[in-house]
């Protein structure tokens, strides 16, 4: 397989246009749950909006299309699970996959590197001031991954604006 730096995450960035206060969603998807979080181009943070128990491609697809037509967001970021030295692996092929399909319905969707943000979602999730129980609810670490992937994402395209209309 490829490494990363060889072949692009993802098709040249369409949110490159996106608008100060354009909305985003972003997904951290694994194979039980899909971390939802959401921002506004020109800000620096993401908010938790919680995680989807994956159903299936099928079922997941038109759950992740309403969640953004909630957030009123114009593009879907999507984690992109790369391993540390930048390779990519079966899960990097799952994900692209449903980015496609997601595409294929009607979503833009762009790709963020998502090294290291489950590890920074653990140790905030374990070191915060939530309750245990809380700490363990499920979906709560997809959660706080896909608010890392999107923050990573604002501030890589500057915070300021992703560009020109």
């Not at 991954?145 to 994402?153: F, K």
Request: charged letters at 25%; hydrophobic letters at 40%; proline letters at 6%.
């Amino acid at each position: 397989m490829p490494d990363a730096q060889d072949r692009p995450l993802g098709p040249a960035d369409p949110a490159d246009r996106l608008p100060v206060g354009a909305r985003l969603i972003a997904l951290d998807v694994g194979d039980a749950r899909i971390g939802v979080a959401a921002g506004t181009v020109g800000s620096l943070l993401a908010f938790g909006k919680g995680a989807l128990d994956r159903q299936g491609t099928r079922k997941d697809v038109p759950a992740v299309l309403a969640r953004a037509a909630e957030e009123g967001a114009a593009a879907v970021v999507v984690g992109m699970p790369v391993r540390l030295d930048g390779s990519e692996s079966p899960q990097t092929e799952r994900v692209r996959r449903f980015a496609a399909a997601l595409s294929e319905a009607g979503a833009t969707v762009v790709f963020e590197d998502e090294r290291l943000t489950t590890r920074i979602a653990q140790r905030q999730v374990s070191g915060s001031e939530l309750p245990r129980s809380r700490r363990q609810v499920k979906g709560l670490l997809d959660e706080a991954a896909a608010v890392q992937i999107l923050e990573s994402y604002l501030k890589r395209v500057g915070g300021s604006g992703a560009g020109p209309a």
